[in-house]
T-cell receptor
Framework: ETGVTQSPTHLIKTRGQQVTLRCSSQSGHNTVSWYQQALGQGPQFIFQ???????GRGNFPPRFSGLQFPNYSSELNVNALELDDSALYLCASSLRGRGTEAFFGQGTRLTVV | AQTVTQSQPEMSVQEAETVTLSCTYD???????LFWYKQPPSRQMILVIR??????QNATENRFSVNFQKAAKSFSLKISDSQLGDTAMYFCAFMKSFFGNEKLTFGTGTRLTIIP
């Protein structure tokens, strides 16, 4: 197993609510990326954080936002939840560089009803 | 924008046999990285193998090897002596090569089942 942990593992929210997902990076890693994996699909890049600043964003609306803390842990926040936000959310940590390996957590399964 | 295509949604093979998973990609970049990730039922993505585009030699990791054809933009994964623990979803992924970019572009995956 990697040293990347995510919480919670599962949660159910109602449409219109807000949710916060959390990720603890592997020791020594300074970059965190978040991915959304819809059922039967590959992960889609949401955004990346380095030194507490967003450092790249995929094709996701502003209601998807994040934070990175001084200890390199991270949060993903989603406002005004929609049914299509139901997915597995994966966090990956890495050491900033070129072509470096990303280490993934086990994900948070979000269901919006 | 980069795209990654995996044309085999599902595959199955007998234990101890060899299986090859296909991946093609499209990019205008000249230098980049390619990866194969494994996602077992535990959901955690695990790196299987990594290839740097400027290296002509195909990467190998124990029973796993790739056939990287840069001109054809093809990156297939060969699993030799397949084991029950190889049962998982396999994703091909692309990453541009510049410092500070860790964005991965994934394909849709291939579900591999190893039959006892």
């Amino acid at each position: 197993e990697t040293g990347v942990t995510q919480s919670p593992t599962h949660l159910i929210k109602t449409r219109g609510q807000q949710v916060t997902l959390r990720c603890s990076s592997q020791s020594g890693h300074n970059t965190v990326s978040w991915y959304q994996q819809a059922l039967g699909q590959g992960p889609q890049f949401i955004f990346q954080y380095y030194r507490e600043e967003e450092n790249g964003r995929g094709n996701f609306p502003p209601r998807f936002s994040g934070l990175q803390f001084p200890n390199y842990s991270s949060e993903l926040n989603v406002n005004a939840l929609e049914l299509d936000d139901s997915a597995l959310y994966l966090c990956a940590s890495s050491l900033r560089g070129r072509g470096t390996e990303a280490f993934f957590g086990q994900g948070t399964r979000l269901t919006v009803v | 924008a980069q795209t990654v295509t995996q044309s085999q949604p599902e595959m199955s093979v007998q234990e101890a046999e060899t299986v090859t998973l296909s991946c093609t990609y499209d990019t205008s970049e000249s230098n980049y990285y390619l990866f194969w990730y494994k996602q077992p039922p535990s959901r955690q993505m695990i790196l299987v193998i990594r290839q740097e585009a400027y290296k002509q030699q195909n990467a190998t990791e124990n029973r796993f090897s790739v056939n990287f054809q840069k001109a054809a933009k093809s990156f297939s994964l060969k699993i030799s002596d397949s084991q029950l623990g190889d049962t998982a979803m396999y994703f091909c992924a692309f990453m541009k090569s510049f410092f500070g970019n860790e964005k991965l572009t994934f394909g849709t995956g291939t579900r591999l089942t190893i039959i006892p």
